[in-house]
């Protein structure tokens, strides 16, 4: 890999923060932001939508080659594009707005919260399992890579996608704290029973990803590991940026 094009990778295990942290790191930049997860989610929503069997792993790599792009747009796709064209309306779209938030289009609805949901995040990690799915992957995530630079966040986009980027990071926060804050997200009512629920699935998901043979959610080697479990997120935010200027990857 050649490419001069700087990248910050950001991995992690569910609820770490690494979202929003990347985010909140691409925006001060300036750079673009790759949500990887988001596309799990995308092909977990693409089984669902076309009642195809998990183990049928071809199909579905060949579904997402056809059907899934990535549009970074500061106004979004237009409801009338999607109408005109054919190719659009047939196709996955993940749109990001100038904040970076990200929406998902099917069709020309906005399915995003569908494809957020808890139903689908554990079928992300089963797809996520899958040598030939990720594959397709690949490409998709390396085509985000353009200047002025990208913040990639995800499981392995510092082992496999861009093992050259310029600094990587791994944020880790106990599953304690992780489940805290998935509650906050999912507005989850503040009880134990709650808690036991949003701490299991967290589990769960996190030794599905941290022992699959392919592109486990592990550091690579020359990641910086960084604990937020005590950490705001702007004190988290502070510490990627002092790494990024440290390395002189950025000016400052
Ligand atoms: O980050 P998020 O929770 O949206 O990711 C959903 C699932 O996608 C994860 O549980 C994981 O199994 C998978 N994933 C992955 N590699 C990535 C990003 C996500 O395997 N780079």
Known sequence: MTSRVPVITIDGLSASGKGTVATSVSLKLGWNLLDSGLLYRVVAFLVAEYELQY??????????????????????????SLKESRELR????????????????????????????????????????SRTIRAVLIPKQRDQRVEPGLVADGRDMGTVIFPDAQLKIFLQASLETRTRRRMAQL????????????????????????????????????????DSSELSVDETVAIVMREARDRNIIEG
Do not use: C
């Not at 183990?55 to 009338?80: M, P």
């Not at 709650?194 to 990803?209: A, H």
């Not at 941290?210 to 592990?218: F, G, K, M, Q, Y």
């Open 55 to 80: 183990e049928d792993e071809k199909a579905i790599a060949e579904l997402v080659e056809r059907k899934v792009r990535i549009q970074y747009s500061t106004t979004g796709i237009q409801a009338s």
């Open 90 to 129: 047939d196709s996955v779209m993940v749109v990001s707005d100038s904040l970076h938030r990200k929406t998902v289009q099917w069709n020309g609805e906005d399915v995003t919260s569908i494809v957020r949901g808890n139903d689908i995040s554990r079928g992300a990690a089963v797809v996520a399992a």
């Open 187 to 226: 507005g989850a009512a503040d009880t134990h029973a709650s808690f036991r629920r949003v701490f299991q699935s967290l589990k769960d998901r996190d030794e599905r990803d941290s022992l699959r043979e392919v592109a486990p959610a592990i550091p690579a080697t020359d990641a910086i590991r960084l």
